[in-house]
């Protein structure tokens, strides 16, 4: 089977939250292409595509959220060739800003991880303060908030102020429904991009370690 | 004619004098009345005198009983957190393990305090408008309302994964919901409206939603003693607008990333159309974005009636400032008046 065809059944049984057949096909193609490959060119390229079909309203954030668990559950425990460079990389987090709702940290963490990044999770309903000390504590550089309210969205701005007060440089990249709704939002409130999806928090944190 | 009067010729889908305006404001009360959104939402007369001074101000042809949404599993004693500038929130889930929902007892609408505010509220504002503007009403559908009880992860894997822990958590929360919305309308509410974003093709697909969320919503409905608009809260309607239909529903909320002229065609003659400004961009909104939004609006929905002119969401942001209302409200008492001859010469 060609990359194509095993990523279309992939996809077809991700959507359809078939974790067998998904798991199956992954095996399949694991024993003919080996885990990087696979994992490189079936489930981020799959996931990626996923998240576009949602920007689009092809699919619903369940179907999203679902394909992310399983793909984390198929890569959890497994070692994963990127380690020597997540090693060098700097300190990076995600958190679910002032709510309980982590459901879009979750599906971006899934991306970030199959893509091989390290990225920590700071939790969930975490105000401005608490944040502002993790941050400080653990030098995180690339900082991925995830809310739900447009209040909460606001405060983002409080962080970006103390941090800068604080000298600390961190790139802050925003996502979550209000700036989904405003797209002036983020630059508003300070952050240094917004990811519309998964596959975009994906690709500007590579842009931002690159640089 | 008064704001009942109109609201019921347009759902009729007939053209009434003037599109009529939702504007769906449950914290701009505080701004009002000088008080902090927590002491605003203490006592039932705050809420009142909040609602009876917003609709005069803004000529609103609606009063709204809601307060916020966690109010329901507030009642179930789930913890609150109070902002000074946006709704009160759940905070983390009081279902800790998912299986946690076999034991849930429904709280009593009448007797559990936070309910019973809004019944007193309900109560108070039948009496200040009578029959002359449609008192609101709100319940979380039994298949939006357990991402508030035990946190969207796990309610999307008890959904997908453990079909016997879903199904006897909607006949719970169904019998709820069909209590609290009765009881509503028993205290003087006109219409509930049945906040339902977890049936939003945004969020399940249609034929997920077709064994879940609109079995429910049919058999949930069929069981209110008064009319019901549905509202995705944000989530697109269209792609089900058909199924919705079906469900009995007098009105649907339309998002604002969906085409208004499009929701419109799809539901006229069976549905009413409420929304679908965008509220999160409202609080930057100038006045003249304010006029230019409305027409927009009343331009691809207004004419054959069917249509309530308001925000998207079913909630105006607090930070949405009064300069904006009063130029949404000002818009539409302009451009809204039938038979909107405007609109044959207008270009957008």
Redesign the interface.
Known sequence: MTFASITEHFEQAL?A?DRVSAQQILQNAIQEFGQTEVIDRVVTTTLEHIGAQWES?Q?????V??SG?ICEEFITGRVLDHTEEAAEMPPMAIVTF??????GK?IVLSILHAQGLPVKDLGV?IHAEPLIRMVLEQNIKILLISTL????A?HIAHVREQLDQAGHAVKIIVGG??FR??D??WQKIGADAMGRTAADAVKLTQQLLEQ | MTSLQRVLTTLGHQEPDRVPMFLMLTMHGAKELGLSIQDYFSRAEYVVEGQLRLRKKYRNDCVVAFLYASIEVEAWGAEIVY?E???P?????FLRKPEDGLQLEIPSVKQTPCLAKVLQITKQLKAAVKDETPIIGVVMSPFSLP?MQM???AY??V??EKPDLFQRLMQINSEFCVQWANAQLEAGATAICYFDPVSS?????RR?YLRTGWEIAQRTIARFQGPTAIHMA?G?CL?IVDDLAQTGTAVVGSS??EDLADVKAACAGRMTVLGNL????M??WSDADAERHVKDAIAKAGRGGGYILSDNHGEI???VPDSVLSAISEAVHTWGRYPLDWIDAYDG
């Not at chain 1, 002032?98 to 459901?103: Q, S």
């Not at chain 1, 309210?149 to 909460?152: E, G, L, V, Y």
């Not at chain 2, 929130?89 to 889930?93: A, D, F, K, T, V």
């Not at chain 2, 093709?201 to 697909?205: A, K, Q």
């Open positions: 959507l939250v309203g699919v619903a954030l369940s179907q959220y679902m668990v002032e709510d309980y709702h982590a459901l979750r309903g309210m447009f209040p909460s606001l429904a209000p709704f405003d002036q939002l | 902002a500038d946006g709704p929130n759940s905070g983390e889930p991402v946190g969207f992860e999307l894997r959904m997908y093709p945004t969020i399940v697909p997920q944000s697109n792609p604002y990333v965008n509220g999160i961009e609080a930057r942001p607090f930070q």
